[in-house]
Nanobody
Framework: QVQLVESGGGLMQAGDSVRLSCVASLDKPFSDYGMGWFRQAPGEKRVFVAA????????TYADSVKGRFTISRDNVKNTVYLQMNSLKPEDTANYYC???????????????????WGQGTQVTVSP
């Protein structure tokens, strides 16, 4: 059964740091998948945050988080991480991880490119 389970969200204050985790159970080796993080605020569409290639060598970020967030992965633990530093109130959203079978260095930044999604973890940042 394919499953992505996010954790690490909660209530934060502006300037705080937090690390989100996403543990994956997939139908092929985790290391064959490109992974991404997206977020969705109430009443808004789901938007791209960060993505990482199967090897972890290639990453890309939304401009709004560049320099503050870092995506990484551990292919032994079947886990992708999102380290979030210098949090801002506008980072408040439900954060989702996503997986796409992609054994290449290409990274994907559109929701439609991903096959599997987690249920999300809420991050709320107060001023």
């Amino acid at each position: 059964q394919v499953q992505l389970v996010e954790s690490g969200g909660g209530l934060m204050q502006a300037g705080d740091s937090v690390r989100l985790s996403c543990v994956a159970s997939l139908d092929k080796p985790f290391s064959d998948y490109g992974m991404g993080w997206f977020r969705q605020a109430p009443g808004e569409k789901r938007v791209f945050v960060a993505a990482i290639s199967w090897s972890g060598s290639t990453t890309t970020y939304a401009d709004s988080v560049k320099g503050r967030f870092t995506i990484s992965r551990d292919n032994v633990k079947n886990t992708v991480y999102l380290q979030m530093n210098s949090l801002k109130p506008e980072d408040t959203a439900n954060y989702y991880c996503a997986a796409r079978w992609a054994p290449s260095e290409y990274v994907y930044s559109t929701p439609g490119a991903y096959n599997y999604w987690g249920q999300g973890t809420q991050v709320t940042v107060s001023p």
